[in-house]
Structure formats: C-alpha cells, structure tokens
C-alpha cells in the first residue's frame, strides 16, 4: 500500500513571497489533516478535512494560510505571504475516516526555510 | 489549551531497557499516543492505548497509563542503536479525535 506522498520535500523561500504544498493521501482515506511542525516542537494540527469539507480549521492563520481539497482526494496548502516564523515541517496526514486517527498515517513532510 | 509535556532527552546503552515519559492535562483524553521520527521522516505510529487501559504490550513496547496522574511512560526492552530518534506523545478528545503532541523526548542509543 503506498504511503501519503509529499511535495516538495524542501523549499526555500524569502519572507512575503508566496509557497504551496501539495499532499496525496492513501488511497480510500477520507480524512485528511495539515500539521505544522517547529523545529523542537511537536506536530500542531492546522486543519482537517472530512471529504472536500473542512472540519477544523481553528488553528489555521486565516490570513495567510489557505489549504483546499477540491476533489476529495489530493490538498494543497499555500502560505501568502510567508513570514520568518513560518519556518518550519508541514506534515499531511490521512486516516480512513473521521475519529479513527490512531489509523492516522503521516507522509514524510515538506521542509520550509523563509529567509 | 491543553498540554502534552515530556523531557526533552534521554540516552541509554545499548541493551538497556529506555522509559520515556509523559504528562498530560485533560481528563476527558480517549487516546494516547506513541509516535517516532527519524531524521527527514514522517511521523510513525508505534502503538496506542485506549483511556480505559492501564497497560499495553506489543513485542519490545510496554506502555503505561495511570489515568489517576495522567501519566503515560513507554519502555523499550533490550534498546537498540536503530531505537534512537524522537519520541512523541500524543493525546486525542473529542468526536473529531483531534491529537496534541508533545515536544519530543530525542533517545539516544550508545553502543
């Protein structure tokens, strides 16, 4: 079974430009999530998708951070316009439906360095 | 919010058995997590124990919850070189099972 694929793995960018992230979850997962993670610290969830509809989004900076899932199958997220602090491992996940996250599978993240 | 705490390293010979432990602050937790990244990976799950289990074993793993303290610790029996990298705690609520992770405990393991 393939994994939840990532891309791109690493991207450097400068602050104020524009960046987006791009995730294929396993196949048949319904549920998809965006983490973000800070060098030193743990995963913290930025959104979660059931389908193509958004279930949470609390922890996501709406005004520069936006994440869709149009067909229910792949996500991307984008940051405009980046900031220093957005340096960090953006980590999707995907889990086969809604709750069932200790069936939580997570792909390899991508690394993001603003300068 | 709620938090997650752990210390932050832990190193032991190889051989050994490791304890990494963990403290978390909401009572109506329903899941709790072992999760381990190596350098440039993913997170991967290593088990979890449902909140109304007090121990968990799977092979080499033992996890325990005292739900009283909320504390959770997972062992390593006979730890090896290839055990070492970091170590997360999670814990899940809620219908949506939302998780919140810890910082990370980073295991080294000395030959």
């Known amino acids: 079974e393939a994994g939840v694929a990532q891309s791109p793995r690493y991207k450097i960018i400068e602050k104020r430009q524009s960046v987006a992230f791009w995730c294929n979850p396993i196949?048949?997962?319904?549920?998809l999530y965006w983490y973000q993670q800070i060098l030193g610290q743990g995963p913290k969830l930025l959104i979660q998708?059931?389908?193509?509809?958004?279930?949470?989004d609390s922890q996501l900076p709406k005004d520069r951070f936006s994440a869709e899932r149009l067909k229910g199958v792949d996500s991307t997220l984008k940051i405009q316009p980046a900031k220093l602090e957005d340096s960090a491992v953006y980590l999707c996940?995907?889990?086969?439906?809604?709750?069932?996250?200790?069936?939580?599978?997570f792909g390899p993240g991508t690394r993001l360095t603003v300068t | 919010g709620e938090d997650v705490e752990q210390s932050l390293f832990l190193s032991v010979r190889e051989g050994d058995s490791s304890v990494i432990n963990c403290t978390y602050t909401?009572?109506?937790?329903?899941?709790l997590y072992w999760y381990k990244q190596e350098p440039g990976a993913g997170l991967q799950l290593l088990t979890y124990?449902?909140?109304?289990?007090d121990m968990k074993q799977d092979q080499r793993l033992t996890v325990l919850l005292n739900k009283k303290d909320k504390h959770l610790s997972l062992r390593i029996a006979d730890t090896q070189t290839g055990d070492s990298a970091i170590y997360f705690c999670?814990?899940?609520?809620?219908?949506?099972?939302?998780?919140?992770f810890g910082a990370g405990t980073r295991l080294t393991v000395k030959p």
């Open positions: 996940a995907s889990s086969l439906a809604i709750g069932r996250t200790y069936e939580q599978y």
């Open positions: 196949s048949g997962h319904a549920t």
């Open positions: 998708f059931q389908n193509n509809g958004v279930v949470d």
């Open positions: 909401d009572s109506s937790s329903t899941y």
């Open positions: 124990i449902f909140s109304n289990m």
């Open positions: 999670a814990e899940s609520t809620g219908n949506n099972n939302d998780m919140r």
